[in-house]
């Protein structure tokens, strides 16, 4: 599978560590130039902007947010509705309030773009565990 993961961080990183380590096609995007270079040195592509992440992937497309609760996933999916279309899918992993998350999915399907919440945890040690 293929997909753009937005978010490198301490989970974030681990995550995508662990989805190329299984076989998994990545392209990586961060705020943090270095972050960005890290998941490139792991055999994920990485990406500049959500516009980049975006053109790298092949409809249908799916973009996993690891990123902070509130603002940062909101500016991130209102960039993102007008960068996907119909069918391709926005998931976000982190602990986002369920009021919130019910809003995007509803906002997105208005564009034929699904969403999930998909709040993730147990911690950076879980690179192993799973």
Not at 97 to 123: M, N, P, Q
Request: charged share 25%; proline share 2%; no cysteine.
């Amino acid at each position: 599978m293929k997909l753009g993961f937005v978010g490198l961080g301490k989970m974030g990183g681990n995550m995508v560590q662990r989805l190329l380590a299984d076989g998994h096609q990545i392209v990586a995007y961060a705020r943090s130039e270095e972050s960005i270079r890290e998941a490139e040195s792991r055999g994920a592509a990485g990406a500049q902007s959500l516009e980049e992440l975006v053109s790298k992937l092949a409809a249908p497309r799916v973009v996993w947010l690891m990123i902070p609760a509130g603002k940062p996933v909101e500016e991130a999916i209102d960039a993102l509705a007008g960068l996907l279309a119909r069918g391709d899918v926005v998931v976000d992993g982190g602990n986002s309030r369920f009021t919130d998350s019910a809003r995007r999915a509803a906002s997105l399907e208005t564009r034929g773009i699904g969403f999930l919440d998909a709040g993730t945890s147990g911690g950076i040690w879980d690179l192993k565990n799973g």
